[in-house]
């Protein structure tokens, strides 16, 4: 089983509107949490980093359920611009910190 | 800032040469990270450094790969003899003081590699 597992996809999606990802990973002891994006043949970027309670920022939500060992990102309204890779990360720490990228998952959004 | 600054951005050799891939991390970070990424395995991580010292080498593929950081400001990646299926975009990373994690990871551009 890999680390960190996504549906590479694509989502094929309607400007306007929500859309899902989840994201999977196997080490229980992971720490932290996050949701990078790529853009096509651009490097990867930041997008926002996922806490046990949850987070949202502006149109994105991200979401951690440990018990079930996933991350998952909504986009609400989707643009056009959010056409991209999103690439899920996890981080544990086994005496120095380990970063685990996913594969991605791509979306794009059609008008 | 000028951001994290790979060179060169497009690399094409041929099977059996020695192929140097550049990094200039941002000023003051710390930590420098090398990644490949592939269609197939996607953004993979070979080696990174804290304060110039190798810290986790374990993704480094094989003796074909070696990767130094002989200053604060320079890092090189570097592949002999170079292989086919070695050919991917490798991206340098570098992230501040005392984090280490990936929430302040800034990527450079990327060097792709095409070895025929």
């Known amino acids: 089983r890999k680390e960190v597992e996504q549906d590479p996809g694509p989502f094929n999606v309607p400007e306007g509107a929500t859309v899902a990802f989840n994201c999977t990973y196997s080490n229980s002891a992971s720490q932290s949490f996050f949701w990078y994006r790529q853009d096509c043949r651009k490097e990867p970027k930041l997008l926002m980093s996922?806490?046990?309670s949850g987070n949202e920022d502006g149109r994105f939500t991200a979401q951690l359920n440990r018990a079930s060992q996933y991350i998952s990102l909504l986009i609400r309204d989707s643009k056009l611009s959010d056409s991209a890779t999103y690439l899920c990360v996890v981080t544990h720490s086994g005496g120095y910190q380990k970063v685990t990228f996913g594969i991605g998952t791509k979306l794009q959004v059609i008008p | 800032d000028a951001g994290v600054i790979q060179s060169p951005r497009h690399e094409v050799t041929e099977m059996g040469q020695e192929v140097t891939l550049r990094c200039k991390p941002i000023s003051g970070h710390d930590y420098l990270f090398w990644y490949r990424q592939t269609m197939m395995r996607g953004l993979e991580l070979l080696i990174y450094f804290n304060n110039n010292v190798p810290i986790d080498d374990s993704g480094m593929p094989e003796d074909r790969f070696s990767a130094k950081m002989p200053n604060a400001s320079f890092s090189t990646l570097k592949i002999q003899p170079s292989e086919p299926r070695d050919s991917a975009v490798y991206f340098c990373a570098s992230s501040p003081r005392g984090s280490g994690n990936t929430d302040t990871q800034y990527f450079g551009p990327g060097t792709r590699l095409t070895v025929l």
């Open positions: 996922v806490y046990s």
